[in-house]
């Protein structure tokens, strides 16, 4: 099947949410289970996250070691007779032992941080492409309920902001528990009073950072729910800013964009101004061990407790504990960042796949057969009731009725961008649900009304149906669906790059560059959903002729506005309001069906006034013109 269908389903337009209605959503989220997730998208990095553990380990063992060397140097210069040189070789040594250590210290971070680095870069890219291959794999019904600004969202955004915290906990929160573990147990070794004396603070500390973490963490729903918010309004004001502009309607639609983005720095600043107090308190206190050591290190001293080297190292090692500790505090904002991102990259990893059997069904010919078919976008509101068509092999069907009747949806169903709710779709005598989806891919030519170029060259678009075609074969598709005589106006030819030509091209010629890919493919199927729609008059009649000379013996399902390009079908199914209401040939219809003569009254006089004010040839509006 041709990946050119870009338009969403014709459902009901979603409800926009606000950001206050969305922070309640958020934060009924269950983060739960977030490390579990994520460490399954680690196995492809497991052996580097173990390197980068054991080095950020070894690299905090080593930066003890300049401590130790200090105590030795105080004691030896401490405990020496006076006017002795003997200390300056205790001094050089440790002196000498301490910066070998730093440098190791720094060599096997410098180590771990890369490895660290490697893996969470490794973790990001296993996330972003277990949410594509899941897209790709659910049903495109399931997949466009997901707004382009959320999946922006989570796919960019969510997913890179956690690579910093990533990065940096896999080897340093275990060394840092580590670390904070040895002082505490070293400082004990010395004396205990010291030890207690030394904790003093930090359960302060400790207590205030708690209890201002209570609101940090509840207004972070909210942080993140008006954030999802900027970015949606975001992609809506660009990605709709020729409609603004056309219809002056500049100042509404800004002034929504600023509405969220004042909105959602308001909150920030109140968010920053109601946590960063008792942030800036905790992080105030916990430095302050040195209160509680120095008075009773003094009087341990005093009394012959501890000698000099001893209370030196213990005022070393009380602030040395403050970085670990305090590490560990923040590291509590980082994994909460995380698992918020990892909950959100779960809604798109956990989407519903669509079921594929491993083996190929057997198909016998190329009929479509839907049996009693019904089917709802959302839950119970059914919008194709019980509908069954045969559509023999080599035919030429043609479904038409009014915009939203459930022509296109149909159409969809062949093509299995949904499953039916009830009934079956089949083709060849087999259900599209017990074919993999490569198998109903390579039986199906589908082009929708919607056109879309993917990155690459025009060439490269066009091969997308057929990467093996020759030269030749890529040409002849070229010119049946009409395109060598805008692609020739090109400078670069068929190697401008899509994304240039996209603004060189009209609709229509983006959507012929769509029509030669399908044409390309050869399938025994081929589906035209409004294919036609964006084309001038003078060149659909040229498309029709070339789709016709090509598709003899295959079988043609035709979703059509311009009625005069299915007159001459085997078939014609007339669409109203989710159910068939008529079915015959056009003479057929014309005498029977009142609301196919209306369509087609309506047709024919749009043609005539077209053909009347000289911008289109009448011609191109003739009942000649075969879709076959």
């Not at 083996?359 to 509101?381: C, P, Q, T």
């Not at 299995?416 to 005598?429: L, M, N, P, Q, T």
């Not at 012929?512 to 084309?535: G, M, N, S, Y």
Request: net charge negative; with cysteine; proline share 4%.
């Amino acid at each position: 099947m041709e990946a050119v269908v870009q338009q969403g389903p014709p459902t009901a337009p979603e409800k926009e949410e606000s950001p206050a209605s969305q922070e309640k959503v958020r934060q009924k989220k269950d983060t739960r289970g977030w490390l579990k997730t994520l460490l399954s998208f680690a196995s492809r990095c497991r052996g580097r996250m173990v390197v980068a553990e054991l080095f950020s380990i070894l690299s905090v063992f080593s930066g003890l070691v300049p401590y130790y060397g200090a105590y030795r140097i105080i004691d030896a210069v401490a405990t020496a007779p006076s006017n002795s040189a003997a200390p300056w070789d205790a001094v050089l040594f440790w002196t000498a032992v301490s910066a070998a250590a730093y440098v190791v210290k720094q060599l096997l971070f410098a180590a771990s941080t890369i490895n660290a680095h490697v893996s969470a870069y490794t973790i990001l890219a296993s996330l972003r492409d277990g949410i594509a291959k899941r897209l790709a794999s659910a049903s495109l019904g399931t997949a466009q309920s997901k707004s382009i600004g959320a999946l922006k969202n989570v796919v960019v955004d969510r997913i890179e902001q956690i690579e910093i915290p990533l990065a940096h906990m896999i080897p340093e929160l275990s060394a840092n528990v580590l670390l904070a573990v040895a002082i505490a147990v070293w400082v004990i070794t010395i004396d205990w009073r010291l030890a207690l004396a030394c904790l003093a603070t930090l359960p302060i500390g400790l207590l205030i950072m708690a209890f201002g973490s209570a609101g940090y963490y509840k207004m972070y729903g909210g942080y993140l729910a008006r954030q999802d918010h900027v970015n949606s309004v975001v992609v809506e004001y660009v990605e709709g800013i020729r409609v603004v502009k056309a219809f002056n309607q500049t100042t509404s639609s800004y002034r929504k964009y600023s509405d969220a983005v004042r909105d959602f720095m308001d909150f920030t600043i109140k968010w920053m101004r109601t946590s960063r107090p008792s942030t800036a308190s905790a992080m105030a206190i916990l430095p302050t061990t040195l209160f509680g050591v120095v008075p009773v290190g003094v009087l341990l001293y005093l009394e012959g407790s501890l000698t000099p080297g001893e209370f030196g190292l213990v005022c070393m090692l009380a602030l040395a504990i403050v970085t670990p500790v305090m590490y560990l505090g923040m590291s509590f904002n980082d994994m909460n960042l995380i698992s918020y991102a990892i909950t959100d990259a779960q809604e798109f990893l956990n989407l519903p796949v669509l079921v594929q059997p491993e083996g190929e069904a057997k198909v016998e010919g190329s009929a479509i057969h839907l049996d009693n078919v019904r089917f709802s976008y959302e839950e119970g509101a059914e919008v194709i009731h019980g509908i069954s068509l045969d559509i023999p092999s080599g035919s030429f069907v043609a479904l038409v009725g009014p915009s939203g009747s459930g022509k296109s949806t149909l159409a969809r169903l062949v093509a299995r961008h949904w499953d039916v709710d009830s009934g079956s779709v089949s083709i060849g005598g087999a259900d599209v649900r017990d074919m993999p989806l490569a198998q109903l891919s390579s039986l199906m030519s589908y082009v929708s009304q919607s056109d879309y170029l993917l990155d690459g060259t025009l060439r490269d678009n066009v091969l997308l149906g057929k990467p093996n075609a020759t030269d030749e074969e890529v040409r002849a598709a070229a010119e049946a669906a009409s395109c060598e005589e805008f692609v020739s106006r090109l400078p670069k030819g068929w190697d401008t790059p899509a994304g240039e030509a996209g603004h060189a091209l009209s609709g229509g010629e983006r959507q012929r560059i769509c029509i030669a890919r399908a044409i390309l493919k050869d399938a025994p199927v081929i589906v035209f959903d409004e294919a036609t729609a964006f084309a001038d008059p003078e060149n659909e009649a040229r498309i029709q002729k070339s789709v016709a000379a090509l598709s003899q013996g295959k079988t043609l399902l035709v979703i059509a506005h311009r009625l005069s390009t299915i007159v001459h079908a085997d078939v014609i199914y007339v669409v109203d309001g989710g159910q068939v209401v008529a079915q015959g040939t056009h003479a057929q219809l014309l005498e029977n069906c009142t609301l196919y003569r209306d369509m087609w009254q309506a047709h024919i006089g749009a043609a005539s006034w077209a053909a009347g004010s000289g911008d289109v040839p009448e011609s191109a509006f003739a009942e000649g013109g075969d879709a076959r």
